[in-house]
């Protein structure tokens, strides 16, 4: 009886032994939620798509840790709290082995503490509050540059023709209200006058009474902090209602190409803020862009690439650490430095990015052209932005 005993129990613990490479040979599953409709919906697809290309390169290049990667993603439709439920399913239902960041900082912001409490480590290739990184966190890393330098590039070309005064808006939501400070803050060490700021509720698109009171200040510059819809409904309202600001800044959905294909010549002499273009000397960034274009049958976003140099720093990571241990994972991506066709990545102690550099362009008929900093402008800007009656 006990040698039939234990000689069943050979033949289990062989059957067990022949079986631990197929289960190694499992892909290693990376969860996200993303903002696949909802507010952010365009931009959110872009990431998406960034993590489909990434994911798609890295299996062709043999996986990683020597396992195919595979992401599992669910649609947080543009919302906070549902971007939590859908973290807390990916980690303790779905058992993936990883995760990546959502869409926003408003929708990062509630995952992190989600990915937080399970020791998750969560590259947020697309959150740029600085507030999030500076809470004491353990697991999150920042890609992108911070929400308070969007309108940078805005500010320092307006202070440096000499214009005086300045107007803010943005979106009352956590990523827009950071960029209006930090340009009202820029503004003020440039000794320029912040003559009207105002922050308007998510999903707005009648602008009148905001411009209303703007045109009666009639200030050199309007710095609006958006997304996609709001800053294109801005740019018509400001035709309609005879808005004529020596220049006129978005931050986010300006770059994108819809907002010249929506607006066509009401988009000329716009300026915009962009993590990234394809234009940029950045090590495989044009190739990037011709892949993707393929792929995809549309032009990456900036949204786009930081999707995929997020993936690729993750990857990056655990290929160092060896393994897909959390901590160990941490530790690699806390003293990693490297360039990607995104840019650089390097961040402090707390996951904050140091290394990576925004630009400014302005919509030049039909051409996103940039125009600052000086030694990545490729032309020069058309200054002043002439009024609507003169175009």
Not at 14 to 29: C, D, G, H
Not at 198 to 217: C, Q, V
Not at 252 to 281: C, H, I, M, R
Request: with cysteine; glycine share 6%; aromatic share 10%.
């Amino acid at each position: 009886m006990h040698l039939r005993a234990s000689a069943a129990l050979v033949v289990a613990l062989a059957v067990l032994a022949a079986e631990v490479p197929a289960a190694a040979q499992a892909p290693i599953r990376i969860g996200a939620s993303l903002s696949l409709t909802g507010t952010y919906a365009k931009l959110g697809k872009n990431q998406h798509e960034g993590y489909k290309l990434c994911e798609k390169d890295l299996n062709a290049k043999g996986g990683l840790l020597g396992r195919k990667v595979e992401f599992v993603v669910y649609d947080d439709q543009s919302q906070p709290s549902t971007a939590v439920r859908l973290y807390e399913k990916l980690i303790t239902e779905d058992k993936v082995d990883a995760v990546m960041g959502p869409y926003s900082s408003p929708v990062t912001e509630a995952a992190a503490n989600v990915t937080e409490k399970y020791k998750k480590v969560m590259v947020a290739p697309l959150a740029a509050t600085t507030s999030i990184f500076k809470k004491g966190r353990k697991y999150i890393f920042m890609v992108i540059s911070p929400a308070e330098v969007y309108l940078e590039g805005l500010v320092d070309m307006a202070a440096r023709r000499g214009l005086k005064t300045v107007a803010i808006v943005n979106e009352d939501t956590l990523f827009s209200k950071a960029a209006a400070s930090g340009a009202e803050d820029l503004a003020k060490k440039k000794g320029m006058q912040v003559v009207f700021k105002e922050a308007y509720p998510k999903g707005n698109t009648d602008f009148s009474a905001i411009l209303t009171k703007i045109r009666a200040l009639n200030p050199d510059v309007l710095a609006a902090a958006t997304y996609f819809d709001d800053a294109v409904a801005l740019t018509r309202q400001m035709r309609e209602l005879n808005v004529n600001p020596k220049m006129y800044g978005v931050t986010v959905g300006g770059d994108l190409p819809e907002f010249w294909d929506t607006l066509k010549e009401n988009a000329n002499f716009v300026y915009g803020a962009t993590q990234w273009d394809s234009t940029l000397a950045y090590p495989g960034a044009k190739e990037f862009a011709d892949r993707y274009t393929k792929e995809f049958g549309h032009e990456p976003s900036y949204h786009s690439a930081a999707g995929y140099a997020g993936c690729v720093i993750y990857a990056e990571a655990v290929r160092r650490a060896g393994t897909l241990d959390a901590d160990r994972v941490r530790e690699q991506l806390l003293k990693l430095e490297m360039r990607t066709l995104f840019g650089d990545y390097k961040v402090d102690q707390d996951g904050f990015q140091i290394a990576h550099k925004m630009v400014t362009f302005q919509w030049q008929d039909g051409k996103k052209v940039v125009v600052w900093p000086d030694d990545l402008a490729q032309g020069k800007a058309r200054f002043p932005t002439p009024p609507w009656n003169q175009r």
